[in-house]
């Protein structure tokens, strides 16, 4: 098993592009979810998916959309980057909402 | 208001050297508290698990305790290793009914030094 995977590893944007996070996993695991992580502030939930079909917000998820098309998949879209939005993304998957948290290893993303 | 606090913030120790780590709650209704180990550059992975009605839980070197009346729990290394250099992160499970959560403390920063 590949476990939880994210695409890409580094990325730099300019004000304004937009740009799609990957992140797949082979768990076949219900729960999907992205965070952001940044110094001093720990990890802060974005969006997060409970099943194909099914998203919700979480904590800071102004300026990002989400979709769940599939149980495997769960890209993370930047729609107009900020550089407010410079920060490591992580995405996570787990069998239930609260269950341990499998997470891929992380996009590096630079807003300039 | 549900908050996950950590201390130390950082802290540097010799190899070899035991040290314990902290995590305070106030998160209510309680599910269960989550330590995690997250190298630099990479994704937390769990250590251990903790629920209501555990006291103390061993993961090799790490022991985990939890003390539900105060709502405390700690994270004891033991005999340090230089790959124990990571962020150490206490997270709790908020469970009431349909609202489910994760409340993620800040970390401790741990460096092992030769």
């Known amino acids: 098993n590949a476990g939880v995977t994210q695409t890409p590893k580094f990325q730099v944007l300019k004000t304004g592009q937009s740009m799609t996070l990957q992140c797949a996993q082979d768990?076949?695991?219900?729960?999907m979810s992205w965070y952001r992580q940044d110094p001093g502030m720990g990890l802060r939930l974005i969006h997060y998916?409970?099943?194909?079909?099914?998203?919700d917000q979480g904590e800071v998820p102004n300026g990002y959309n989400v979709s769940r098309s599939t149980t495997e998949d769960f890209p993370l879209r930047l729609l107009l980057a900020a550089p407010s939005q410079t920060s490591v993304y992580f995405c996570?998957?787990?069998?239930?909402?609260?269950?341990?948290?499998?997470f891929g290893p992380g996009t590096r993303l630079t807003v300039t | 208001k549900n908050q996950v606090e950590q201390s130390p913030q950082s802290l540097i120790i010799l190899e070899g050297k035991n040290c314990t780590l902290q995590?305070?709650?106030?998160?209510?209704?309680?599910?269960?508290l989550r330590w995690y180990k997250q190298d630099t550059g990479r994704g937390p992975v769990s250590l251990t698990i903790?629920?209501?009605s555990e006291n103390t839980k061993s993961n090799g070197r790490y022991t985990a305790t939890l003390d539900a009346d105060t709502k405390q729990s700690s994270l004891h290394i033991t005999a340090s290793q230089l790959s124990d250099s990571a962020s150490y992160i206490c997270?709790?499970?908020?469970?009431?009914?349909?609202?489910?959560?994760?409340?993620w403390g800040l970390g401790t920063s741990l460096a092992v030094n030769p």
């Open positions: 997270v709790v499970r908020f469970n009431a009914g349909n609202n489910r959560k994760l409340i």
């Open positions: 903790m629920t209501f």
């Open positions: 768990m076949n695991h219900e729960y």
């Open positions: 996570a998957s787990s069998y239930d909402v609260g269950g341990e948290q499998y």
């Open positions: 998916s409970v099943g194909a079909g099914i998203t």
């Open positions: 995590c305070n709650y106030t998160v209510s209704p309680f599910s269960n």
